[in-house]
């Protein structure tokens, strides 16, 4: 565990779904700068991890990237892919070597970040929701993932996009199901703006 247990997406996913399967979850007593982080993960070899997009964007921009870019042929197109191969079994063996699910959510993952973890078959998945949804709405298996996109709806949600732009398919995500929360806690008037007329939850 290296997210804070106060937020939604870590108590949540992180402690209560994890204890009610019964494996172990490790602290660190420190923030999980690299120093620590890396050390840590030597000694507990985790097999399942959630993070924010910004610990796997450091790690790959300060050692993946520059290690595979001093390397003359990563530029040229029929050596890349190896290379980059190689380089996400060193990644996994400096992540403990056990890892078969590194989540990523609280933010959109870098697209050139993504393409390595996707080459390399580093198991990511990526995850989209709110506190106010439980916070899951969407997400998918490391094996299944689809580039740029969080995967389909979890089980009972319902996902919509209001008035899609006509060029983009661009609009407002708009959830609902079983895990959206009914309202903001003595504040009807803030729970009437994030509701629309019709029951959906407006995600902004």
């Not at 796997?56 to 290379?83: D, H, Q, W």
């Not at 389909?152 to 006509?166: C, S």
Request: charged share 20%; aromatic share 10%; hydrophobic share 40%.
């Amino acid at each position: 565990s290296v997210l804070p247990l106060a937020h939604t997406y870590e108590c949540t996913l992180g402690l209560i779904a994890t204890i009610m399967q019964g494996p172990a979850v490790w602290y660190l007593d420190r923030p999980p700068v690299a120093s620590v982080l890396l050390p840590a993960m030597e000694v507990v070899r985790p097999t399942i991890m959630l993070t924010v997009p910004i610990i796997i964007e450091k790690t790959y921009r300060a050692s993946v990237k520059p290690s595979l870019e001093k390397i003359s042929l990563y530029k040229k197109p029929l050596f890349r892919n190896l290379l980059i191969k190689v380089a996400g079994k060193k990644l996994m063996k400096k992540f403990g070597g056990r890892l078969r699910f590194f989540g990523i959510g609280g933010a959109a993952l870098s697209a050139d970040v993504e393409e390595f973890l996707r080459i390399a078959k580093f198991p990511y998945a990526i995850g989209y929701g709110l506190t106010e949804t439980a916070p899951l709405l969407a997400g998918c298996h490391p094996r299944k993932t689809v580039y740029r996109s969080t995967g389909p709806a979890m089980k009972g949600v319902e996902l919509r996009i209001a008035e899609p732009n006509a060029q983009t398919g661009e609009g407002e995500i708009q959830a609902r199901g079983p895990n959206v929360m009914p309202g903001y806690y003595k504040d009807p008037d803030k729970t009437a703006e994030v509701f629309t007329a019709d029951g959906w939850f407006r995600t902004g």
